[in-house]
Antibody
Framework: QVQLQESGPGLVKPSQTLSLTCTVS??????????WSWIRQPAGKGLEWIGR???????NYNPSLKSRVTISVDTSKNQFSLKLSSVTAADTAVYYC?????????????????????WGQGTMVTVSS | QSALTQPASVSGSPGQSITISCTGT?????????VSWYQQHPGKAPKLMIY???KRPSGVSNRFSGSKSGNTASLTISGLQAEDEADYYC???????????FGGGTKLTVL
């Protein structure tokens, strides 16, 4: 079955760029049925959607983070990546990658996104000098 | 402050039923039948329990059910079991600009 695994540095200095990679195994990231998202969770707090990418490279970002976020995809490696620039202590969190199911209403022709059906185990990133 | 409003905590005894609400707006929950619910045990990744308001993924117990009325979605867990004790989060599609919004989470305690 499909599995997701996050990887990257666990410690990032303030003002630097946080970089994480999510490796997809057991399935192809090029499947047209899914988007690939990043979600984060500060300790003791709720979930925050960061952004997503489609196999074509098309991206969408949370408006509150848009100016600092870049998500990219490498289909040859079956990976997608997150870069978050100018980090502060407020960016300290567990970062998850997740598969986001596309939704399409065949009757109306409307499309959107459904649920995050598969998640990585998460990786803790601390922003500190 | 989360976009969707959930109670901070709910509790129930084994065998009982509980309901967790998730209140949004006409821009998210009220406009789309794309509400999902996630269960998260401490130190673990969230797990999808309900999608498209009321559908259960394969393998999820039929004790979990979802519904929606207006701008409020609800998750009901019947026949509470000890292993249901966890945090629960709702999430809704919120249109082509914002895309996805989460609730602040609800801690379920099984007494």
């Amino acid at each position: 079955q499909v599995q997701l695994q996050e990887s990257g540095p666990g410690l990032v200095k303030p003002s630097q760029t946080l970089s994480l990679t999510c490796t997809v195994s057991g399935g192809s990231i090029s499947s047209g049925s899914y988007y690939w998202s990043w979600i984060r969770q500060p300790a003791g707090k709720g979930l925050e959607w960061i952004g997503r990418i489609y196999t074509s490279g098309s991206t969408n970002y949370n408006p509150s983070l848009k100016s600092r976020v870049t998500i990219s995809v490498d289909t040859s490696k079956n990976q997608f990546s997150l870069k978050l620039s100018s980090v502060t202590a407020a960016d300290t969190a567990v970062y998850y990658c997740a598969r986001d199911v596309k939704y399409y209403d065949i009757l109306t022709g409307w499309g959107g996104t459904d649920a995050f059906d598969i998640w990585g185990q998460g990786t803790m990133v601390t922003v500190s000098s | 402050q989360s976009a969707l409003t959930q109670p901070a905590s709910v509790s129930g005894s084994p065998g009982q039923s509980i309901t967790i609400s998730c209140t949004g707006t006409s821009s998210d929950v009220g406009s789309y039948n794309l509400v999902s619910w996630y269960q998260q045990h401490p130190g673990k990744a969230p797990k999808l329990m309900i999608y498209e308001v009321s559908k259960r993924p394969s393998g999820v117990s039929n004790r979990f059910s979802g519904s929606k009325s207006g701008n409020t979605a609800s998750l009901t867990i019947s026949g509470l079991q000890a292993e249901d004790e966890a945090d629960y989060y709702c999430c809704s599609y919120a249109g082509s600009s914002t895309l996805k919004v989460f609730g602040g989470g609800t801690k379920l305690t099984v007494l």
